[in-house]
């Protein structure tokens, strides 16, 4: 669809930008791998395409996940919390999430004495997913 | 402790209302159960605790998760994110983490046309966890 139905604009609670929060998980694994947001155009090129589609807030533009790099999320299934304002996709994530070239964004680990610590390896070269 | 480390509030990046999202999972099923919010102080007491601690916007303040309910969740492992503005909270979660009684607030699957069906079933009755 190239709009949101009424029943999905309804479950849905943008905020006052226009933005959902989105929690990007591997369907099989069960790894969080990402959270980004999506405005209305987003969710409904996400739920056309099959493929995940973010608003970058930073750019301020679409941010077809991958679309540089080769390492696109593939939707499998879209969830909706219970008060709408978070949304969770169920992906099959090719390659790697994260820019830094690991497979998750989340990567370091808080100790309880406050440290951190990297735990999950680099498994891509960022200079080649994205140019040097 | 009752204050985060200079390493970690650094590592950490609130947003202008001193918010960071969190998402929490548990740990050993991968389930993601909620997303929510903390501040600096939600997450020194969560860190010194050893119990999630949020932050509950529509309140205004601190939200010691299970606190009325019972459904408590046990920090088993912190995460940040790449670029610091996202938690990861993996948790043991003690029976639901919804307000509606089930497991997770993500138990609306949304379908390729919009449609949105109930995927999880209702497991503790709200009225009994907090008050009729």
Do not use: I
Request: glycine share 8%; proline share 2%; with cysteine.
């Amino acid at each position: 669809m190239s709009e949101l139905t009424p029943e999905l604009d309804e479950a849905v609670s943008f905020d006052d930008k226009g933005l959902v929060c989105a929690v990007a998980q591997q369907h099989d694994s069960g790894e969080v791998l990402m959270v980004a947001w999506m405005n209305r155009e987003a969710l409904a090129e996400t739920l056309a395409s099959g493929q995940v589609c973010y608003w970058s807030r930073s750019r301020g533009k679409l941010w077809r996940k991958g679309e540089t790099s080769g390492q696109t999320q593939k939707l499998v299934e879209l969830r909706v919390d219970c008060d709408g304002d978070t949304l969770l996709l169920r992906v099959d994530q090719k390659g790697v999430a994260c820019h830094t070239g690991r497979r998750s964004c989340f990567y370091r680990a808080v100790a309880a004495d406050g440290s951190l610590t990297e735990v999950l390896p680099v498994t891509a070269d960022p200079d080649e997913l994205y140019g040097a």
